[in-house]
């Protein structure tokens, strides 16, 4: 082997850029010259390649996003696009591929194995933490931090005003975040897709607690939450709003929304996200070297691992319940 390509793809994620300095550092330690591929699979729809080198991934260890941009590109999803990526690889003498991205990301790259030949390693990255294979994807710990940051700041205005704030995190159809966050910051009540809830419950608790004089509150809803009132709501409307105007109706507590949205997928990577993907760059390319392909990289414990990808996909990853349960008792 003597060319890789490395590209990422789907929602951006703190310590991409990491991952991207260490593909592009290892593969040049062992030999190998390396392709960057600009916009995910739109580029390589494109033929947007570069020719990389130690320099083109100095400087970038601290920074959010991707400096090989990123992109969602329907065409790839289609056997033409397809081919037309093939052509564009071959006409690059592109012999092997790392992609970083989420599900979706993956779920194309399987393709280029199976489909185009070309052998292909996944590294997981994503806010969501919404892929099996791994405990934790490059991204969520920053955007993690990043929320209770948030929730802390929220928290202050929230008690001096003694009101309730309905906050709004991402994660897709994954509850991950809004779990560990609700933990961490001491929400008052959780709203994730994967568990039930009753909402008059949690109007009932609010209204306890008013009585016992506690006037501020913080609910953590994920925005994946919703499937069940979605008959009573706009359906253009984030979760958030109409669970705020239910608390408001019920519980006369004047409430405030606040939509995390596109700030949890910003700002520098954590230690754990620059070491994580610092460490699973190197894995990709001692494994494409390796000759595997078709796997995605994932850690457990201290220890990496990894798995087919069509395992990783067709595996629901669980929820611990037990963290959500304690999230509820200490809140
Ligand atoms: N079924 C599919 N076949 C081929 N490519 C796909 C498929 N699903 C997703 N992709 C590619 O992966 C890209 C990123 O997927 P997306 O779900 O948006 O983000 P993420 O990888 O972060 O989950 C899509 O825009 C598309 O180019
Ligand atoms: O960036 P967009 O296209 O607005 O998409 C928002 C979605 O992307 C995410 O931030 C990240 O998801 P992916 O990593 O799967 O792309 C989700 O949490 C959110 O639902
Ligand atoms: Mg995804």
């Given at each position: ?9 789907g ?57 090989l ?25 592109i ?44 991204g ?83 925005e ?34 606040i ?5 949890q ?8 996200d ?34 087919k ?21 200490l809140?």
């Open positions: 082997m003597n060319k890789i390509g490395v590209l990422t793809s929602g951006d994620a703190p310590g991409m850029n990491a991952a991207i300095r260490s593909v592009v550092r290892v593969a040049l330690h062992h030999g190998l010259n390396v392709v960057g591929i600009r916009r995910g699979y739109a580029g390589l729809i494109d033929g947007d390649f570069y020719q990389m080198n130690r320099s083109s991934v100095s400087d970038i260890i601290q920074r959010g996003g991707t400096i941009l990123s992109a969602r590109c329907e065409e790839f999803k289609t056997p033409e696009g397809r081919q037309k990526a093939l052509h564009n690889m071959q006409q690059e003498g012999e092997a591929l790392v992609v970083i991205g989420g599900d979706g990301s993956l779920t194309g790259a399987q393709k280029i194995d199976k489909e185009l030949g070309i052998p292909v390693i996944g590294i997981p990255g994503t806010i969501d933490n919404d892929l099996a294979g791994t405990e934790i994807t490059i969520c710990d920053t955007a993690m931090n990043t929320v209770i940051d948030a929730i802390n700041k929220i928290r202050d205005t929230a008690t001096s005003h003694e009101r309730t704030f309905v906050i709004e995190t991402m994660g897709r159809r994954c509850g991950f975040l809004t779990v560990m966050t609700a933990l961490a910051g001491g929400a008052d009540a959780i709203l994730i897709p994967e568990m039930n809830y009753d909402l008059d419950d949690i109007c009932n608790k609010l209204i306890k607690r008013q009585e016992m004089g506690r006037l501020h509150n913080i609910v953590l809803v994920a994946g939450v919703g499937e069940d009132f979605k008959t009573n709501r706009n359906l253009d409307e984030s979760p958030a709003f109409f669970i705020s105007r239910l608390i408001s109706d019920k519980t006369g507590q004047e409430t405030r929304v939509i995390l949205g596109h700030l997928r910003g700002g520098s990577p954590t230690v754990r620059r070491v994580l993907a610092s460490r699973m760059g190197a894995k990709a390319v001692e494994l494409l070297l390796a000759g595997e392909s078709n796997i995605m990289i994932g850690i457990e414990g201290r220890e990496l691992v990894y798995h990808i069509s395992e990783v996909l067709s595996t629901k990853k669980e929820i611990d319940m037990g963290l959500y349960e304690l999230g509820t008792i809140s």
